[in-house]
């Protein structure tokens, strides 16, 4: 592949965790993090991470990220 293919924004963006949180820039990494650092509930990873403080997009995101980290079966 041509090394000019990707422009070295492009380049930056693949390179970044990706932001589950874009209002507060919050990556899943992060909140998976803060998760296993003993915030097992919503409030607390707000709280936490400022995840899902601002526009609240992320939120089933994140809802689904503590769901799958704290293995809650699926109701
Ligand atoms: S995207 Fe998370 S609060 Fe807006």
Same mark, same amino acid.
């Given at each position: 592949?041509? #090394? #000019? ?14 932001? *589950?949180?874009?209002?507060?820039? *919050? #990556?899943?990494?992060?909140?998976? =993090?803060?998760?296993? =650092? +003993?915030?097992? @509930? ?6 936490? /991470? +400022?995840? =899902? @403080? +601002?526009?609240? /997009?992320?939120?089933? #995101? *994140? %809802?689904?990220?503590? *769901? %799958? ?7």
């Amino acid at each position: 592949m041509d #090394s #000019s293919f990707f422009s070295q924004v492009d380049l930056c963006q693949l390179m970044r965790p990706r932001k *589950v949180c874009v209002c507060n820039q *919050v #990556s899943e990494e992060e909140i998976v =993090s803060s998760i296993k =650092s +003993g915030h097992d @509930t919503l409030e607390k990873l707000m709280n936490d /991470t +400022g995840a =899902s @403080t +601002g526009c609240g /997009t992320c939120m089933g #995101s *994140v %809802r689904k990220l503590l *769901v %799958r980290e704290l293995n809650v079966p699926k109701a």
